[in-house]
């Protein structure tokens, strides 16, 4: 038998595969073609404590091994997040862990306070959203900021933390160690990577946003590098995320120092390719004779597979 | 609703850049009219699938057929499938066109282009429906409907029928109905629109949005509706799930 389960601040996930915020919803529309049970935990789309509208359309546009994305964070808010997408959650056997934004500190307060007697396993925060003018990413680039909002959430959250890092830094060990200092129990990274495309027909912006976050296996190197500096600047677990689309890329950021992945744009081409992951890195483990999936993580950087290298 | 690998039984351009394309796929008895396909380009550098409308569906057979435009690189791409090969797609999908409620009722069909297709298979799951179709020129599917149902025909540059779009061939033609469903262009939706208003008409519009995950989840392909929509208490709805087809009076179309 191979151990395919990671523990995360706590929190035992059956496989360190899990759902990247705002492309699963609150997977409902996923449960219709797998066991969301399978899953290590389903992240959620991010929820705020009111409902938002979201921006104009149109929201995405392919590139290159990717997209561009600017929904604006459209969500019910979380009194509708409550009764209705977290009893559907409850019903499988997966960790649930809520996306939670906002546009001020208080905005987060609200959301985290109104968890606190839920059935949610672990908060993420996202502070790193580059399609929302105020909040978001005017959080997620300044370590003090970071730093700051990380201890206020603390200060109230009654489950663990994890704090959602933006890409779009230039040194992201930085923000990776203000969010430890605030006092968080893990991060996650990363968001998208703001981009911008021009439809020439049209001789104006492909999506209506202007901008928009760029996902999908085009951002993977960048990701992968940030996982490894972020996991090896910081003693608390770090999710990685960023074009993950197979098993083989999964593992990678197991490799460089993620504990567990976050399967996000892949999930538009593939509606399973989450539980495909997941199979895939114990058929890995399997062949290379490994018999828990925990002794690969960050083993790129401590001498290879067998630690022999 | 499934993904699963089609087999191409046919394709042919039906005009200059228009092609049809026949699938064997698993689940053509469930197809309702209206619905559409999620169709997966093999080229990984290309991520999103690309909706495309049913136009027929043979349950018997167990295929559908598609009618589509080239439109860019994913469109040209498909358009080189021959029998034999193998295409992704993901499907049915979408809610389709109130054909149960509006059988008995005399239904204008109304196509702008493009939006011509899904109409056909949404015209036979109806008693006595009538057509209003518009085209630039060149007209493609026009033998099959033409030679079904009353059609009332409008192009551009007048070479057939009315000359301008189809509002001037449905106001020439003096067509009668009790129920609109249309698709096509967001300018023509809403002349339509007015159209139904204005005649007391209740008026169904197929919309179009650039879409990712094509079944509710990512809310990239919303329309603003009237009302605060279902899923996200706001006024933007999922084309995706809760349309394409929409009674014209909840959307903006604006
Ligand atoms: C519900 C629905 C039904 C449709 N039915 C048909 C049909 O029956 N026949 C037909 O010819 N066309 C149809 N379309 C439009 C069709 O989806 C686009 O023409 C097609 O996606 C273009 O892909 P491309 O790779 O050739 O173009 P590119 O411009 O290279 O595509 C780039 C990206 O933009 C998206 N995109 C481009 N144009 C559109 C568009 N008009 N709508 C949505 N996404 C777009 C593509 O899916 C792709 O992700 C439909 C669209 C929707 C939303
Ligand atoms: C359509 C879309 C919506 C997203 N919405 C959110 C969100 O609500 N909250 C969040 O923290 N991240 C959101 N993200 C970012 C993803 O969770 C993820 O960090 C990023 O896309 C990189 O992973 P990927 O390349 O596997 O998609 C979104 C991404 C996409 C493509
Ligand atoms: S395409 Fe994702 S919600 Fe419609």
């Given at each position: 038998m191979i151990r395919t389960s990671v523990n995360i601040a706590g929190v035992s996930l059956k496989n360190p595969v899990m759902t990247a915020s705002g492309?699963?919803?609150?997977?409902m529309e996923y449960g219709e073609f797998f066991d969301l049970s399978k899953l290590g935990a389903v992240v959620t789309k991010g929820v705020a404590s009111v409902p938002w509208e979201g921006n104009?359309?149109?929201r995405i546009c392919e590139t290159p091994s990717g997209m561009l994305n600017a929904i604006g964070l459209q969500n019910p808010g979380i009194d509708v997040f409550v009764k209705r997408d977290l009893p559907f959650l409850q019903k499988y056997d997966t960790r649930i862990i809520v996306n939670v934004c906002g546009h001020s500190v208080e905005e987060y307060l609200a959301v985290v306070e109104r968890l606190s007697d839920c059935a949610v396993d672990m908060l993420e925060i996202n502070i790193s959203c580059p399609n929302v003018k105020e909040g978001g990413i005017a959080f997620g680039t300044d370590p003090k900021a970071i730093e700051s909002i990380t201890k206020a959430v603390k200060a109230k959250a009654k489950q663990p933390v994890i704090m959602k890092l933006s890409?779009?830094?230039?040194?992201i060990r930085e923000a990776a160690r203000a969010a430890e200092s605030g006092g968080a129990d893990a991060l996650s990274l990363i968001n998208t990577l703001t981009g911008m495309k021009i439809d020439i027909e049209r001789g104006t912006f492909a999506i209506a946003n202007r901008t928009g976050g760029l996902s999908g296996p085009a951002i993977r190197p960048v990701a992968v590098r940030m996982v490894y500096e972020a996991s090896h600047a910081v003693k608390i677990p770090v999710i990685g995320m960023g074009g993950i689309a197979s098993a083989e890329d999964a593992i990678e950021f197991l490799m460089a120092g993620a504990r567990a992945v976050s399967v996000g744009t892949a999930n538009f081409h593939d509606p399973c390719i989450s539980v495909k992951i997941a199979d895939g890195i114990e058929k890995f483990l399997e062949r290379k004779g490994i018999g828990d999936v925990n002794e690969i993580v960050g083993c790129a950087g401590n001498g290879g597979i067998y630690g022999t290298v | 609703m499934k993904k699963e690998t089609a087999h191409v039984a046919a394709q042919e351009r039906i005009a200059a850049d228009i092609m049809s394309l026949v699938l064997r796929v698993s689940f053509a008895e469930e197809v309702r009219p209206g619905q559409f396909l999620s169709v997966y380009s093999a080229?990984?550098?290309?991520l999103l699938p690309r909706p495309i409308s049913v136009c027929d569906a043979d349950p018997e057979e167990g295929t559908i057929r598609l009618v589509y435009r080239i439109a860019g690189k994913g469109t040209a791409e498909f358009a080189k499938l021959t029998p034999g090969c193998v295409v992704e797609v993901l499907g049915p999908l979408g809610n389709g066109f109130p054909v149960e409620e509006f059988k008995d009722k005399r239904v204008l069909l109304v196509g702008g282009g493009i939006g011509i297709p899904p109409l056909y298979y949404t015209a036979k799951s109806l008693r006595d429906p009538v057509f209003a179709v518009g085209y630039r020129s060149e007209t493609y599917l026009l033998p099959e409907i033409s030679g079904r149902f009353e059609t009332h025909i409008a192009t551009e540059d007048g070479s057939l029928g009315t000359k301008g779009n189809v509002l001037d061939a449905i106001r020439e033609d003096r067509i009668v109905c009790d129920v609109i469903f249309a698709c096509g262009p967001k300018p023509m939706l809403r002349a339509l629109k007015e159209y139904a208003g204005e005649n007391n008409i209740r008026c169904f519009v197929s919309m179009e949005e650039r879409m990712a995950c094509?079944?509710?989840?990512?809310?990239?392909c919303v329309a603003r509706t009237t009302k605060p929509d279902a899923?996200?208490?706001?006024k933007n709805t999922r084309i995706c799930k809760d349309g394409p087809v929409f009674d014209a009076e909840e959307v903006d179309l604006t």
């Open positions: 492309t699963f919803g609150s997977g104009p359309t149109p890409p779009n830094v230039t040194d | 080229d990984g550098s290309r094509g079944i509710g989840a990512c809310l990239g899923h996200s208490h706001v």
